[in-house]
């Protein structure tokens, strides 16, 4: 059956088995093997991506469900080769070690800090609950996410206000 669908901004269409996965659609047939292969029973969160904007396993989703939607994997996360701000501090805190998690981490964090800008630990903590670390020990993954989320707040506040609502622009 085809299935289209817009991946990391691009649109794909591909004919494929009705009970082929989005996994194995992004790795098999999109050769975007950065999403990866763990338990495939939704257990483990290391085949995560994005799905309107919203955390998938994607191993247990199927690709036709999906067909029309728009997918985000971790390739869909850096811009123009550099790594986005998630990332960059996921490496200086040491967040990754064998990196079999990272991606589908990377992708919880994401979703969780375009959907709660300003997350408590807490909350981080519970957004990645389904995403196994067997390296970590979760920590450093906590504090890369809490650094992003105050490095983005301090960009936002750090942008002129240009909206003109109290200069004398105008009067
Ligand atoms: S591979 Fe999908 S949750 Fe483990
Ligand atoms: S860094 Fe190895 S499983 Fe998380």
């Given at each position: ?9 691009f ?16 790795r ?5 093997t ?14 995560t ?12 989703q ?44 990377l992708?919880?964090a ?5 959907n ?5 630990e ?14 970590t020990g979760y920590?450093?993954i ?18 002129p ?11």
């Amino acid at each position: 059956m085809l299935v289209e669908l817009k991946v990391n901004g691009f649109p794909y269409r591909r004919e494929v088995a009705p009970d082929t996965t989005l996994l194995t659609y992004l790795r098999e047939v999109l050769e975007l093997t950065g999403t990866k292969w763990g338990c495939l029973t939704g257990d483990c969160g290391a085949c995560t991506v994005l799905v309107d904007g919203e955390p998938v396993v994607s191993c247990l989703q199927l690709a036709c469900q999906v067909s029309g939607h728009e997918v985000t994997t971790v390739e869909g996360l850096d811009t123009a080769g550099e790594l986005n701000d998630l990332q960059a501090h996921f490496v200086s805190n040491g967040a990754s070690q064998c990196g079999f998690c990272t991606p589908g981490m990377l992708m919880s964090a994401e979703a969780l800090l375009r959907n709660n800008p300003d997350p408590s630990e807490a909350e981080v903590r519970e957004a990645l609950s389904g995403n196994l670390c067997r390296c970590t020990g979760y920590n450093k993954i906590v504090d890369a996410v809490l650094e992003t989320a105050k490095a983005r707040a301090m960009a936002v506040s750090a942008v002129p206000d240009l909206s003109g609502s109290s200069s004398s622009v105008g009067s």
